[in-house]
């Protein structure tokens, strides 16, 4: 009897999360908001979207979000408007471009250059000096000498 109650209360939570007040009347454009919510960094909380985060921040960015919307602006033109306010770090899924690239290409640079070490290494040790003559027989007297 505890758990479908427990359940209701889970529910009941989730529901007064988002608060009905900030809703669009346009289900079709609370929906568009909703889903660049889930594009948009909350800028305090850095790996959450704005739908999830509870910042201030966060229910900021949602309203702008909702104006742009109701302004009849595309997604493009809302994310342009973010972007050109806070910078790409406001997108969870920043576009590549020159100035990321090295952080999108970096990783995999880094491994390359790992593997092409190994290789150099690698190939370094299976090349094996010769010992010159003198060495040898130095080599076989301290061998001699050795306890067995």
Same mark, same amino acid.
């Given at each position: 009897?505890?758990?479908?109650?427990?359940?209701?209360?889970?529910?009941?939570c989730?529901?007064?999360?988002?608060?009905? $007040?900030?809703?669009?009347?346009?289900?079709v454009?609370?929906?568009?908001?909703?889903?660049?919510?889930?594009?948009i960094?909350?800028?305090?909380?850095?790996?959450?979207?704005?739908?999830?985060?509870?910042?201030p921040?966060?229910?900021?960015?949602?309203?702008?979000?909702?104006?742009?919307?109701?302004?009849?602006?595309?997604?493009?033109?809302?994310?342009?408007?973010?972007? $050109?306010?806070?910078?790409?770090?406001?997108?969870?899924?920043?576009?590549?471009?020159?100035?990321?690239?090295?952080?999108?290409?970096?990783?995999?640079?880094?491994?390359?250059?790992?593997?092409?070490g190994l290789?150099?290494?690698?190939?370094?040790r299976?090349?094996?000096?010769?010992?010159?003559?003198?060495?040898?027989?130095?080599?076989?007297?301290?061998?001699?000498?050795?306890?067995?």
């Open positions: 009897m505890k758990r479908p109650l427990l359940i209701l209360a889970a529910v009941a989730m529901g007064a999360a988002a608060d009905p $007040a900030e809703r669009l009347v346009d289900p454009a609370e929906h568009r908001a909703k889903a660049l919510f889930n594009e960094r909350c800028l305090v909380c850095q790996n959450e979207s704005i739908d999830d985060s509870q910042a921040l966060a229910a900021d960015l949602r309203r702008i979000v909702r104006e742009q919307v109701s302004a009849g602006r595309s997604d493009k033109d809302v994310l342009d408007f973010l972007t $050109a306010r806070y910078g790409a770090f406001v997108l969870l899924k920043p576009p590549f471009d020159m100035g990321n690239a090295l952080l999108w290409l970096g990783p995999f640079l880094l491994v390359l250059g790992g593997l092409g290789a150099y290494v690698s190939r370094r299976e090349t094996a000096v010769a010992l010159s003559p003198e060495e040898e027989r130095r080599l076989q007297s301290v061998l001699d000498q050795a306890p067995d």
